[in-house]
């Protein structure tokens, strides 16, 4: 663990731990400390439940595609390789913005969920493409919060990064179900201007 190799002692390991937990966005949710996202509507007592509320209460600061900085949301490809080359596209944005140009290698669980549940389609509407921008999340957030206003469970749409992929964003935690864990992968950072590779 990243906090073990920076602890003096083991006392200054259980501060770092105090910390951790202090600001930590899955644990704050569980207590009702966030904005966007009630206990109400996080899951307990079931298997992955902290992967599943953490997708909810981790947010990026600017947001996602359909979600904003407050609520997160579920999101999935129905094809392996699209949910790659999502998550590859984010991980190596991260690595741009901090201008990391060294090889890195950082691993992936894969988990598959079960859903059953009605989900807007905004495939094959040409009337929600500012929704796939692929600079800018300004309709689709708009977009996302409009629906969840109205009780969406959650949106299916196209891959951006992947052509030809179909992805999901779930709204709602209780609707993620069975999830079991899959493979896990390697995603291999070789430096700015270059793709990033998956290996098992």
């Known amino acids: 663990m990243a906090l073990m190799r920076i602890a003096d002692t083991g006392a200054h390991l259980e501060d770092l731990f105090d910390l951790d937990d202090a600001t930590n966005d899955r644990l704050q949710g569980e207590r009702?400390?966030?904005?966007?996202?009630?206990?109400?509507?996080?899951?307990?007592?079931?298997?992955?439940?902290?992967?599943?509320?953490?997708?909810?209460?981790?947010?990026?600061?600017?947001?996602?595609?359909?979600?904003?900085?407050?609520?997160?949301?579920?999101?999935?490809?129905?094809?392996?390789?699209?949910?790659?080359?999502?998550?590859?596209?984010?991980?190596?944005?991260?690595?741009?913005?901090?201008?990391?140009?060294?090889?890195?290698?950082?691993?992936?669980?894969?988990?598959?969920?079960n859903f059953d549940a009605d989900f807007h389609d905004i495939r094959d509407d040409a009337a929600f493409a500012p929704c796939l921008a692929p600079a800018s999340y300004f309709a689709s957030q708009g977009l996302a919060m409009e629906l969840l206003t109205a009780g969406s469970l959650g949106i299916v749409y196209p891959s951006v990064r992947a052509p030809g992929g179909t992805c999901l964003a779930c709204f709602r935690p209780a609707l993620v179900g069975n999830v079991r864990q899959s493979k896990a992968w390697s995603f291999v950072w070789r430096g700015s201007g270059v793709a990033p590779m998956w290996r098992e």
């Open 32 to 113: 009702d400390l966030l904005p966007g996202i009630g206990r109400d509507e996080l899951v307990a007592g079931i298997p992955y439940a902290s992967i599943i509320n953490a997708s909810f209460c981790h947010a990026p600061p600017e947001g996602s595609r359909f979600n904003d900085p407050d609520r997160g949301a579920w999101y999935a490809g129905f094809e392996l390789e699209t949910s790659q080359t999502e998550v590859g596209f984010r991980k190596s944005r991260c690595y741009l913005e901090v201008g990391w140009e060294k090889e890195d290698v950082v691993t992936y669980d894969d988990y598959v969920a």
